[in-house]
């Protein structure tokens, strides 16, 4: 019965691990963010604005950016928590290669969880990162 159980926790601890955000995902450095906005290819959506850019890495790296109008700070780190929690669960459906910078207006009214979800497939399928199937044809 130990196995049984310690091979669930196992599957399980590793389902987990596939949903992490590691450091190397992380878009960093002024230089590089900067070179997203100059070198952009960016769509809209209300609320948000996504700037993408190839990068030649087998995956892709994403920093959260919200302007000091957004409100405090407490809800500045809520909605980069929500955001960033959309896109790991979102992050197998994409095309990887990319640096991304994902900026969140206030006034979006998308600081849940499946409201911020949305609004990254909206996005993503807006600028061609989205792999899965749409209408049983693939995007």
């Known amino acids: 019965m130990k196995t049984g159980t310690s091979f669930q926790v196992n599957e399980t601890a590793k ?33 948000a604005r996504l700037f993408s850019l190839r990068n030649g890495l087998p995956f892709n790296r994403i920093v959260f950016a ?29 095309h990887q290669g990319h ?9 979006s009214g998308r600081d849940v969880l499946s409201g911020r979800m949305n609004q990254l497939k909206e996005l993503f399928l807006m600028a061609g990162l989205l792999k899965s199937k749409l209408n049983g044809k693939n995007a």
């Open 15 to 47: 389902n987990v691990l596939d949903y992490r955000f590691p450091r190397e995902e992380r878009l960093k450095g002024r230089e590089e963010i900067r070179k997203v906005f100059s070198e952009r290819k960016s769509v809209t959506c209300p609320g």
């Open 66 to 94: 919200f302007p000091r109008k957004f409100g405090n700070a407490v809800k500045r780190n809520r909605s980069r928590r929500v955001s960033r929690e959309a896109y790991r669960f979102l992050r197998k459906e994409l």
């Open 99 to 107: 640096d991304l910078v994902l900026l969140v207006y206030p006034g």
